[in-house]
Protein backbone atom coordinates (compact mmCIF):
# COMPACT_ATOMS: atom_id res chain seq x y z
CA UNK A 1 0.00 0.00 0.00
CA UNK A 2 1.51 3.18 -1.17
CA UNK A 3 1.26 5.44 2.19
CA UNK A 4 2.29 8.70 2.75
CA UNK A 5 3.05 10.28 6.10
CA UNK A 6 2.80 13.98 6.81
CA UNK A 7 4.10 15.44 10.09
CA UNK A 8 3.55 18.86 10.94
CA UNK A 9 2.51 20.90 13.85
CA UNK A 10 -0.61 21.20 12.27
CA UNK A 11 -0.83 24.59 14.91
CA UNK A 12 -4.10 24.99 13.51
CA UNK A 13 -4.60 22.48 10.24
CA UNK A 14 -5.89 24.84 7.18
CA UNK A 15 -6.97 23.86 3.78
CA UNK A 16 -3.61 24.52 2.62
CA UNK A 17 -2.46 21.11 4.30
CA UNK A 18 -5.33 19.69 2.40
CA UNK A 19 -4.75 20.95 -0.68
CA UNK A 20 -0.88 19.90 -0.54
CA UNK A 21 -1.88 16.73 1.12
CA UNK A 22 -4.67 16.06 -1.91
CA UNK A 23 -1.96 17.24 -4.99
CA UNK A 24 0.47 14.20 -3.57
CA UNK A 25 -2.55 11.82 -3.48
CA UNK A 26 -3.27 12.10 -6.73
CA UNK A 27 0.28 12.93 -8.65
CA UNK A 28 1.58 10.03 -7.25
CA UNK A 29 -1.11 7.62 -6.90
CA UNK A 30 -0.91 7.33 -3.42
CA UNK A 31 -3.74 5.18 -1.40
CA UNK A 32 -3.51 7.20 1.60
CA UNK A 33 -2.01 10.24 3.25
CA UNK A 34 -1.17 10.30 7.42
CA UNK A 35 -1.75 13.10 8.48
CA UNK A 36 0.96 13.19 11.75
CA UNK A 37 0.12 15.75 14.33
CA UNK A 38 4.03 15.98 16.20
CA UNK A 39 4.10 16.27 19.78
CA UNK A 40 7.11 18.45 19.64
CA UNK A 41 9.36 19.82 16.73
CA UNK A 42 13.16 19.26 17.86
CA UNK A 43 13.42 22.38 15.94
CA UNK A 44 11.11 24.09 18.33
CA UNK A 45 11.71 23.04 21.12
CA UNK A 46 10.59 25.35 24.06
CA UNK A 47 7.53 26.74 22.65
CA UNK A 48 4.42 26.17 23.16
CA UNK A 49 1.35 25.11 20.56
CA UNK A 50 -1.01 27.42 20.12
CA UNK A 51 -3.82 24.88 20.12
CA UNK A 52 -4.01 21.51 22.22
CA UNK A 53 -2.91 18.30 21.18
CA UNK A 54 -6.11 16.89 21.38
CA UNK A 55 -7.64 20.12 19.80
CA UNK A 56 -4.88 19.72 16.58
CA UNK A 57 -5.99 15.92 16.26
CA UNK A 58 -10.36 17.00 16.78
CA UNK A 59 -9.94 19.78 14.16
CA UNK A 60 -7.73 17.31 11.62
CA UNK A 61 -10.31 14.54 12.23
CA UNK A 62 -13.00 16.80 10.99
CA UNK A 63 -10.89 18.49 8.20
CA UNK A 64 -10.52 15.22 6.77
CA UNK A 65 -13.55 13.51 7.34
CA UNK A 66 -14.90 13.58 3.78
CA UNK A 67 -11.52 12.63 2.39
CA UNK A 68 -11.49 8.99 1.69
CA UNK A 69 -7.35 8.80 1.26
CA UNK A 70 -7.05 10.77 4.61
CA UNK A 71 -5.75 8.92 7.95
CA UNK A 72 -5.43 10.97 10.90
CA UNK A 73 -3.01 8.80 13.28
CA UNK A 74 -1.78 9.98 17.21
CA UNK A 75 1.44 8.04 16.71
CA UNK A 76 3.69 10.70 17.73
CA UNK A 77 1.66 11.73 20.22
CA UNK A 78 1.95 8.62 21.87
CA UNK A 79 6.20 8.49 21.42
CA UNK A 80 8.26 10.71 24.16
CA UNK A 81 9.24 14.44 22.97
CA UNK A 82 11.24 15.29 20.59
CA UNK A 83 8.92 14.29 17.11
CA UNK A 84 12.16 12.76 15.32
CA UNK A 85 10.61 11.90 12.01
CA UNK A 86 13.23 8.93 11.75
CA UNK A 87 11.48 6.72 15.07
CA UNK A 88 8.18 7.69 13.26
CA UNK A 89 9.26 5.48 10.53
CA UNK A 90 10.59 3.16 12.33
CA UNK A 91 7.72 2.39 14.53
CA UNK A 92 5.06 2.77 11.30
CA UNK A 93 7.19 0.17 9.71
CA UNK A 94 7.33 -2.15 12.59
CA UNK A 95 3.14 -1.63 12.49
CA UNK A 96 2.91 -1.81 8.77
CA UNK A 97 5.73 -3.69 7.56
CA UNK A 98 3.54 -3.63 3.72
CA UNK A 99 3.43 -0.36 3.62
CA UNK A 100 6.06 1.59 0.48
CA UNK A 101 6.06 4.67 2.78
CA UNK A 102 6.13 8.70 1.50
CA UNK A 103 6.93 11.75 3.72
CA UNK A 104 5.17 14.66 2.51
CA UNK A 105 6.56 18.10 3.25
CA UNK A 106 6.87 21.43 1.86
CA UNK A 107 10.18 23.56 0.19
CA UNK A 108 10.86 25.06 3.99
CA UNK A 109 11.75 21.33 5.22
CA UNK A 110 13.43 19.83 2.36
CA UNK A 111 16.06 22.94 2.33
CA UNK A 112 16.25 22.09 6.45
CA UNK A 113 16.79 18.11 5.40
CA UNK A 114 20.22 17.65 5.82
CA UNK A 115 19.80 19.31 9.79
CA UNK A 116 17.14 16.36 10.11
CA UNK A 117 18.00 13.68 12.77
CA UNK A 118 19.35 10.59 10.72
CA UNK A 119 18.15 12.11 7.21
CA UNK A 120 20.08 9.39 5.89
CA UNK A 121 17.93 6.59 7.37
CA UNK A 122 15.00 8.29 6.24
CA UNK A 123 16.58 8.57 2.83
CA UNK A 124 16.75 4.88 2.53
CA UNK A 125 13.66 3.92 3.77
CA UNK A 126 10.91 6.44 1.66
CA UNK A 127 10.67 8.80 -0.64
CA UNK A 128 9.81 12.43 0.05
CA UNK A 129 7.45 13.93 -1.87
CA UNK A 130 7.87 18.21 -1.79
CA UNK A 131 5.27 20.99 -2.06
CA UNK A 132 6.94 24.08 -3.50
CA UNK A 133 5.38 28.09 -4.42
CA UNK A 134 7.40 28.84 -6.93
CA UNK A 135 10.29 27.44 -8.48
CA UNK A 136 11.31 23.50 -7.67
CA UNK A 137 13.84 22.83 -4.59
CA UNK A 138 17.22 21.13 -5.72
CA UNK A 139 17.12 17.92 -5.22
CA UNK A 140 19.77 16.20 -3.30
CA UNK A 141 22.40 13.39 -4.04
CA UNK A 142 21.22 9.88 -2.65
CA UNK A 143 17.21 11.51 -1.89
CA UNK A 144 14.45 10.49 -3.78
CA UNK A 145 12.33 12.71 -4.20
CA UNK A 146 8.98 14.40 -6.15
CA UNK A 147 8.33 17.77 -6.43
CA UNK A 148 5.49 18.95 -6.77
CA UNK A 149 3.92 23.01 -7.90
CA UNK A 150 1.51 24.80 -6.08
CA UNK A 151 0.48 28.40 -4.64
CA UNK A 152 -2.09 27.85 -1.56
CA UNK A 153 -1.69 31.21 0.58
CA UNK A 154 -3.12 29.68 3.65
CA UNK A 155 -0.29 29.65 6.65
CA UNK A 156 -0.58 28.74 10.39
CA UNK A 157 1.15 31.63 11.54
CA UNK A 158 -1.13 33.75 9.80
CA UNK A 159 -3.90 32.37 11.12
CA UNK A 160 -2.71 32.55 14.62
CA UNK A 161 -1.30 36.23 14.24
CA UNK A 162 -5.00 36.59 12.94
CA UNK A 163 -6.69 35.21 16.19
CA UNK A 164 -4.50 35.98 18.89
CA UNK A 165 -5.35 39.58 17.29
CA UNK A 166 -9.28 38.65 17.69
CA UNK A 167 -9.89 38.59 14.56
CA UNK A 168 -10.92 35.72 11.68
CA UNK A 169 -9.02 34.44 9.03
CA UNK A 170 -9.70 34.34 5.73
CA UNK A 171 -12.59 31.78 5.14
CA UNK A 172 -11.17 30.11 2.35
CA UNK A 173 -8.08 29.18 4.68
CA UNK A 174 -10.89 27.18 7.04
CA UNK A 175 -11.42 23.58 6.37
CA UNK A 176 -15.07 22.55 6.51
CA UNK A 177 -16.17 21.35 9.79
CA UNK A 178 -13.38 23.06 11.29
CA UNK A 179 -13.76 26.36 13.52
CA UNK A 180 -10.74 27.56 15.49
CA UNK A 181 -11.26 28.31 19.07
Given at each position: MKTCLF????????????TIA???AEALGLHKVVF???ACSPFKTGKTAYF?????VDMLRRATAHLPWAEVSELDLQLPPPSWSWRIVQTWQQLHPQDELYW??????????H???RYDYLA??????VYHR???PQPREGVRATFIAGNHPASASAIRAALQAGQQPPAEWIPANVVYE
Open positions: GGSFDPVHAGHLQAALPASAQQRLMGTDQWEQLRWAEQLRFIGAP
